[in-house]
């Protein structure tokens, strides 16, 4: 079957689908925060969901801008909440889209090789968007992010993010693989 090479309503709407769904995930990690009293849960829960719904996303839609326009839709979403940032923290919405940009170039870039991709993607940009969210938080002064900043740096931290993004990446990759031959992703690739 041969692909279509332009963007479709369903192209579109799955793609904004994605980023509704990392919403739903993320206020579940936010539930879990209040309920626990830890934010450790629901931050691996948020950072699961983004990495692994924007991995089925890349390779679903299969089209360059397909990370970019569902971060940009997951920005817009997350601005009221205190999701990727704090609520009301304009600067999230750019900050998403250059994570959206780094996505879509690295699967220009690896997307022959759908593992590759999604094992390297994940933990640059985590790292790129905890890096981003610490420096723009101090700069601003929004407080509650001492504690983050210091572990960010550390070796573990660093660590972390790729591991997280990488264990995130394949999570997403597992998912894709079983769901690639189904009628609905059939459906949207037409």
Request: hydrophobic share 50%.
């Amino acid at each position: 079957m041969v692909k279509n090479k332009k963007w479709s309503t369903t192209k579109l709407i799955a793609t904004g689908s994605f980023g509704v769904l990392i919403i739903l995930f993320s206020i579940a990690g936010l539930l879990i925060n209040a309920i626990t009293g830890s934010t450790h849960i629901g931050g691996a829960l948020n950072s699961l969901a983004n990495i692994s719904f924007m991995i089925i996303c890349v390779f679903v839609i299969d089209k360059f801008w397909s990370a970019t326009f569902m971060y940009s839709l997951l920005g817009i979403l997350a601005l009221s909440f205190p999701l990727l940032g704090p609520a009301g923290f304009a600067l999230k919405i750019p900050m998403v889209i250059i994570t959206g940009i780094i996505a879509d170039i690295g699967y220009k870039l690896y997307g022959k090789n759908k593992l590759i991709y999604s094992i390297t993607i994940g933990g640059p940009i985590l790292l790129f968007y905890s890096i981003v969210l610490v420096e723009l938080s101090h700069f601003f002064n929004v407080p509650g992010f001492e504690l983050a900043s210091k572990i960010l740096y550390s070796p573990i931290g660093i660590f972390g993010n790729f591991f997280m993004g990488s264990i995130s990446g394949v999570v997403g990759y597992i998912i894709y693989i079983k769901i690639k031959n189904t009628t609905i992703v059939k459906r949207i690739q037409r």
